[in-house]
C-alpha cells in the first residue's frame, strides 16, 4: 500500500508503514507510469531530477529506500527488478484505489502473500497497491521497442491528479458528516478517527534529502528555514538554507576537517544567522553569518565538549546563552555583546546544581522563559532585566526543543513520553499544556513576524546487535546480524552477569514491553508481561542472574519500580519509600538497593536503601547524579552527574569521602547514559560518534590499560539511551538505527481558541 501525500509504504505484513524521501516517491511514479518496462537510469534522473546534475548514486539511494520499504530481497526481487546495464522494472500489478476502496482493503489481513494489500492509505487518499509478481501471471506485456512512444502522463501528473481527489474526497467526508449532524435518527457514521484527523494535517514536510535534517530556524516573516544537515559528498554538518516550500537548499557554511556546524538561530532582523562551529574535542566556536551567505565572523568562544544553548536578544545586538561549563566551573545566563565581545551575567540567583538552558526573550520583551534541569525539565521565567525566576510548568519532562508563541502569553514544545515525541502548547499564565496531535514531532522553531512554525518530525527504528570486540589494538571488530530481527523498535539491552541472559525494551507487541531471551538459544525468546517500561533508562540484574530490577507507571500512571523473575515470570512492586523513581540498580548485597528519584525543580538523588527492612530504610544519598552503575570488580560505583561532563566514584556505601572524580572529560552531559562497566573485570566503554564513525568505542578512566578506540559502524548510529558490555567486556550488545532519518516540517499556527480542554502534564 502506497499513500503518495503521506509518502509512506506499508509492505505486506509489516506493523508500520516506512517513509520515503519525496525523490525515492518521484521514482517510484516514473516506475508505475511505465509499469511493466524497463526505465533506464538517464529516464529516471531526466524524470525525477529535472535541471540538475545529480550523479547516479541518487538514482541507486531511491531504489534502495524503496527495497527497504517494500521489506524487499535484493537477490529474489517481487516488486523491483534491476535491469543490468540498462535500468529497472516494476513487476507489480498496479491498482489505484479510491478512499472506500482502501478502506475496505485494510478490514482485513491478505490471505497470502498474492493479495498484497496490508491497510487502507492512513487518511484514505488515493492509493497505489502494489501486489507481488506471483499475483499477475495472467497478465503479460510486450517488451517495448526502443522508439515506443512513452505513456502520456508522468509521476507529476499523477501527483497533480492525486492532489485534486484529496481534496475532493475532504469535501465529501465533510459533506457527508454535516448531512447525517442534521439527518434526525441518522446513526454515526462508521469512520475511522484516524483518517479523519489525517485529512486535514495541519502540517507538510518541506525537506527531502536522504538522511537528517535538524535543528530548523525560520526567517522573521517565515519565507526561509535554515537547518541542519549532511550535505551531498560531505562527512560533516552544515549549514542549508531553501524556502519553506519544498526547493532545493543552498549550501550556507563550509566548515573544514572534523569540524561540524549546528545550532542556527536566524536573527530578529532576518539579516544573519548565528551558529555553533565545533571541532571534536578540540575548538568550539560561535560564528556569525549573513544569511545570504559571505565571510564568516567569529564572536565567541564554548567548550566543544558541552556545546552551548543560546538565541539572539530583542535588538539584534547580542546573544544569551544558557548556563555554561567555565573554568570557574558552572555559569548561569550570560548574554554576549557582539560589538564589543564581551560577556554579562544575567542578574539573577541560579541557586545551586541547578542548569539553565535555552533561553529565550519574550515577543514583547518583557521576559526571559528558559528551561532547569532537563531532561527532567520545567520552565522558568524571568523579567528581562534579571530578577527573581518563577516556576511556570510542573511537567518534569524530557523536554525537546520549544520557542515563544506571537502572542507572548504561550510557547510551544517537544516532549519526549516513552520513545515518542509530540508538539504541546503550553499557557504560561495557567500552566496548562495541550497536546496539538502531531507525532514523532520535536524542537519546533517559530517565526517571530507571523503564526508559523517549523519543526523535526523524526522516529527512529532500532535493532539490537552482537559486537565482538577482535584485536582491540588494531581495532578490529566482528558485527552480528540483528539478534531478534522484528520491524520494531528494540533498545536499552542488558546481559545478565552469567552472560547468557539478556533483557530489553520493545514495541514490537504494540507497547513497550520488558523482553527476555537465552543468548544460546534464540527461540527463547518472549515478553515479560505485567510490566511497561519507561525508556530512559534500562534494566538492572541481581547478582546471581535471576532478578531484574525496572522502573515503569503503575495503573494510575505513576512510576514504580518493579522486580521480575524471568524464569518465571512473576512481577513483584517494590515498597521504595520515594516518589516517581526513574532508575533502580541491583547491587552485590541483595539486600541493598540503589534508587534514583527526583529530588525537587528537576534536581535528582542517588539513594542508597536496605530494603530487608520494612520499611525500607535510607542509608545514604549523592545529590546530582544522573546515571550510576555498580562495579562489583572493583568494589566501587561509578556515577556520572547532571551538571558537570565526567565520571565519579564512590564505595558501595556512598561514603561521602569515597566520592572523587577519575575522568574530567567523558560522559559529556548530552551522552550520560553512553557508558558501561565489565562486572567482571570492571573495563569502562564510552559510546561517541564522529562524522567518520557514527558509533565509535573507547575505552575510558582505566590508565592502566592500553587506549583503545574502536568502530563499531560507521553509518549507523546507535540509540543514545545506552548499550550493554559482556560480563568481561569482550562483547558490546547495543541498539543500532536499522531506520533513522528526519525531515523538516512545516505549518501555519491557528489561533488559539478562547478556552481549550485543560491538561496537566505531570
Known amino acids: 500500500m502506497v499513500d503518495i501525500p503521506l509518502r509512506e509504504i506499508r ?46 548514486d541518487v538514482v541507486t539511494q531511491a531504489i534502495t529506500q524503496l527495497r527497504k520499504a517494500f521489506d524487499e530481497d535484493r537477490g529474489n526481487p517481487r516488486y523491483i527488478e534491476t535491469i543490468a546495464k540498462n535500468g529497472y522494472r516494476l513487476l507489480a500489478k498496479v491498482r489505484w484505489l479510491v478512499p472506500e476502496q482502501a478502506a475496505a482493503a485494510g ?29 499477475r501471471a495472467e497478465r503479460i506485456e510486450p517488451v517495448p521497442l526502443p522508439n515506443q512512444p512513452r505513456p502520456r502522463g ?71 528555514v535554515a537547518y541542519v544537515a549532511i550535505p551531498d559528498g560531505q562527512r560533516g554538518t552544515a549549514i542549508l538554507v531553501q524556502t519553506t516550500d519544498q526547493t532545493p537548499p543552498r549550501q550556507l557554511t563550509r566548515p573544514s576537517g572534523l569540524a561540524e556546524d549546528s545550532a542556527p538561530a536566524w536573527s530578529p532582523d532576518g539579516r544573519s544567522i548565528a551558529f555553533l562551529r565545533v571541532d571534536p574535542a578540540r575548538a568550539c566556536k560561535v560564528l556569525l553569518i549573513a544569511a545570504n551567505g559571505g565571510a564568516e565572523r567569529e564572536i565567541g568562544d564554548c567548550d566543544p565538549r558541552n556545546p552551548p544553548t543560546f538565541e539572539w536578544t530583542p535588538d539584534g545586538r547580542g546573544l544569551i546563552f544558557g548556563s555554561m561549563q567555565t573554568a570557574q566551573g558552572i555559569v548561569g ?45 520545567d520552565f522558568w521565567r524571568l523579567p528581562a532585566e534579571g530578577g527573581t525566576a518563577e516556576r511556570l510548568s510542573q511537567l ?56 508559523a512554525a517549523a519543526f523535526v518530525q523524526r522516529k527512529p527504528y532500532f535493532g539490537l546487535f552482537r559486537v565482538v570486540l577482535g584485536d582491540t589494538s588494531k581495532g578490529a571488530v566482528h558485527v552480528v546480524d540483528p539478534l531478534f530481527p522484528s520491524s520494531a523498535r528494540d533498545m536499552l539491552p542488558a546481559v545478565a552477569p552469567d552472560g547468557r541472559q539478556i533483557v530489553f525494551f520493545s514495541d514490537r507487541s504494540g507497547s513497550n514491553h520488558l523482553w527476555w531471551a537465552d543468548l544460546d538459544q ?34 494510575d500512571g505513576r512510576n514504580v519500580i518493579f522486580e521480575v523473575i524471568p524464569a518465571s515470570g512473576r512481577v513483584t512492586r517494590l515498597p521504595a519509600p520515594v516518589d516517581e523513581p526513574i532508575q533502580a540498580m541491583q547491587l552485590p548485597d541483595p539486600n541493598r538497593m540503589l534508587v534514583l528519584a527526583g529530588a525537587g525543580d528537576g534536581r535528582l538523588r542517588l539513594h542508597l536503601f536496605d530494603r530487608s527492612r520494612s520499611p525500607w530504610k535510607l542509608l545514604a544519598a ?3 547524579v544522573v546515571e550510576a552503575k555498580a562495579d562489583p570488580a572493583h568494589n566501587r560505583l561509578l556515577f556520572a ?51 567518520t564513525c557514527l558509533s565509535l568505542m573507547r575505552r575510558m578512566a582505566t590508565p592502566e590499560l592500553p587506549p583503545s578506540v574502536l568502530c563499531l559502524d560507521q553509518s549507523r548510529r546507535s540509540a543514545i539511551n545506552g548499550f550493554s558490555l559482556s560480563p568481561r567486556g569482550d562483547t558490546v550488545y547495543l541498539a543500532l538505527a536499522k531506520w533513522d532519518g528526519a525531515d523538516i516540517g512545516y505549518m501555519d499556527l491557528p489561533e488559539e481558541p478562547k478556552t481549550f480542554v485543560p491538561g496537566w502534564l505531570n
Open 11 to 56: 509492505a505486506p505484513g509489516a506493523r508500520r508503514p516506512r517513509r520515503i524521501t519525496p525523490k525515492a516517491m518521484g521514482v517510484l511514479l516514473v516506475l508505475v507510469d511505465h509499469a511493466d518496462r524497463v526505465v533506464s537510469r538517464d529516464a529516471l534522473l531526466a524524470e525525477v531530477w529535472p535541471d540538475t546534475l545529480p550523479t547516479d
Open 107 to 135: 478490514e482485513a489481513e491478505p490471505a497470502g502473500e498474492g493479495a498484497g494489500v496490508a491497510t487502507a492509505g492512513a487518511d484514505g487518499a488515493a492509493a497505489a497497491v502494489a501486489t507481488p509478481a506471483s499475483a
Open 154 to 224: 508522468t509521476w507529476r501528473s499523477l501527483v497533480a491528479t492525486v492532489a485534486v481527489v484529496l481534496a475532493l474526497v475532504v469535501l465529501l467526508v465533510w459533506w457527508s458528516l454535516a448531512r447525517q449532524a442534521h439527518a434526525p435518527g441518522a446513526a454515526p457514521a462508521a469512520l475511522d478517527p484516524a483518517r479523519v484527523a489525517n485529512a486535514a494535517r495541519p502540517y507538510r514536510l518541506i525537506t527531502s534529502m536522504p538522511g537528517f535534517e535538524v535543528q530548523p530556524t525560520l526567517s522573521p516573516d517565515a519565507a526561509l
Open 333 to 377: 545566563m550570560r548574554v554576549l555583546d557582539l560589538a564589543s565581545g564581551e560577556w554579562r551575567a544575567v542578574p539573577y540567583r541560579t541557586g545551586a546544581g541547578n542548569l539553565d538552558l535555552s533561553p529565550r526573550f519574550s515577543p514583547d520583551g518583557r521576559w526571559i522563559v528558559f528551561l532547569r534541569n532537563n531532561p527532567q525539565g
Open 396 to 451: 518534569s519532562a524530557d523536554v525537546r526543543g520549544w520557542d515563544w508563541l506571537p502572542d507572548s502569553r504561550s510557547i510551544l514544545f517537544g516532549r519526549m513520553i516513552d520513545g515518542d515525541t509530540r508538539l504541546y502548547r503550553l499557557d504560561l499564565e495557567t500552566g496548562q499544556a495541550r497536546d496539538l496531535g502531531i507525532e514523532s514531532a520535536q524542537f519546533p522553531a517559530v517565526a517571530a513576524s507571523r503564526p
Open 522 to 555: 534464540p527461540d527463547s525468546l518472549r515478553m515479560l508481561p505485567g510490566v511497561t517500561p519507561g525508556t530512559r533508562y534500562g534494566a538492572s540484574w541481581s547478582a546471581d542472574s535471576g532478578r531484574v530490577s525496572v522502573v515503569g507507571p503503575d495503573a
Open 622 to 624: 549523592i545529590d546530582d
Open 641 to 691: 552527574r547532571q551538571t558537570q561532563s565526567g565520571l565519579w566514584q564512590a564505595d558501595l556505601g556512598l561514603a561521602a569521602a569515597s566520592i572523587r572524580q577519575i575522568d574530567d572529560s567523558e560522559p559529556v552531559a548530552d551522552r550520560y547514559r553512553l557508558w558501561d562497566v565489565a562486572v567482571a573485570t570492571g573495563e569502562l566503554r564510552y559510546m561517541d560518534q564522529q562524522p
